[in-house]
């Protein structure tokens, strides 16, 4: 059975973000330019992959990466839209290269030299049967033995990621089920 190795949750307040960043002792100059649901998946699994000592210079061919939010990359979109509305028309490659929801996916697994499959999924609402139905597609491909999963919303009032690891065949944690989940979200 699956098990939820470690779990973290963060909220996305810039000053929070960088706070959170500082006092993990983390170098890598890039979170700097990320936008603000890449900084929150960046350090949310930071904080997952630290606890269950995955955060090393070690290539992980067995981890793969399920991120699900419900408005994509909305906020950087209309940030970039309002460079391309500017009198002067120069619209910022600097928001552009965040106007995709996966980069997060690609900024963590850069970081942490994770090489499996990577997917982000953009659903109307948070949905743990949906959650649980990923990584077990995840799991499908049995090279996978531990996949990075969780939800990383950045607009309006739902400024929250939430991620944890889970293994294929865990021995400790707790178990992987919709239920589990909820409860684990609610919090």
Not at 54 to 69: Q, T, W
Not at 90 to 104: A, I, R
Not at 156 to 164: I, L, N, Q, S
Request: hydrophobic fraction near 40%.
């Amino acid at each position: 059975m699956s098990r939820i190795v470690s779990y973290h949750s963060i909220t996305a307040e810039d000053g929070n973000l960088i706070a959170l960043y500082r006092s993990l002792g983390i170098n890598y100059p890039k979170f700097f330019k990320m936008d603000r649901m890449s900084k929150a998946g960046f350090l949310a699994a930071e904080a997952v992959l630290g606890q269950a000592g995955l955060r090393n210079e070690e290539p992980k061919d067995d981890v793969s990466i399920v991120l699900v939010n419900s408005t994509a990359s909305t906020v950087d979109d209309i940030e970039f839209q309002k460079t391309i509305g500017d009198q002067e028309y120069f619209p910022s490659p600097s928001l552009f290269v965040y106007t995709l929801p996966n980069v997060v996916c690609g900024e963590i697994a850069i970081r942490n030299r994770i090489l499996g499959e990577t997917s982000f999924y953009v659903q109307e609402r948070f949905d743990a049967a949906f959650l649980v139905r990923a990584v077990r597609w995840a799991f499908a491909d049995r090279s996978i033995g531990k996949v990075l999963c969780g939800w990383t919303e950045c607009l309006a009032g739902d400024r929250v990621c939430r991620m944890m690891l889970v293994e294929r065949d865990g021995s400790g944690g707790t178990g992987f089920t919709e239920e589990t989940i909820n409860e684990i979200f609610k919090r």
